[in-house]
């Protein structure tokens, strides 16, 4: 599971859905959630998302609310799957994506590509206090 910290900015609510802007020093990520979060503009949270649910491009996609760049750090190539490890502000981000779609990209270590992921896959890390 990735983890990102970052900030909250802004909330934009309806009854049932919550759309969020998240702050990662210099890059906004959308957030969307099926509820109105308990966290208000300038809390700090912990986003998580699967491996699975990252994509990969050379070229930013302007079509989509999260991508951001960042450098390929390792790449474990697999017979039907392939891992990627990518440098991103300091954190690593795993993409588990067909080896045939990465070997396509024609990536390299230390390259740098635009990392994609929709708001409806990103979810809030909340801590359960209970005795």
């Known amino acids: 599971m990735n983890k990102l910290k970052g ?15 998240i702050g990662i020093e210099d890059d906004i990520l959308h957030l ?3 509820e ?3 966290e208000s503009v300038g809390s700090d949270v912990v986003l998580v998302f ?9 070229e930013p996609l302007i ?20 891992c990627v490890t990518l ?5 690593q981000i795993a993409a588990l994506i067909p080896t045939a779609s990465f070997e396509s990209l024609n990536c390299k270590l230390n390259e740098e590509v635009y990392w994609i992921i929709n708001p409806s896959e990103i979810s809030l890390r909340r801590e359960h206090r209970g005795k």
Not at 50 to 58: A, F, R
Not at 87 to 91: A, G, R, S
């Open 87 to 91: 440098l991103y502000k300091d954190e």
């Open 63 to 82: 079509s989509t609310a999260n991508t951001c760049k960042a450098r390929i750090h390792k790449i474990e190539y697999g017979e039907i799957l392939t």
């Open 50 to 58: 699967k491996e699975s649910e990252v994509m990969l491009s050379k």
């Open 32 to 34: 969307l959630l099926l």
């Open 36 to 38: 109105k979060p308990i």
């Open 7 to 21: 900030q909250i900015l802004t909330i934009q609510s309806t009854q049932h859905l919550s759309l969020l802007e």
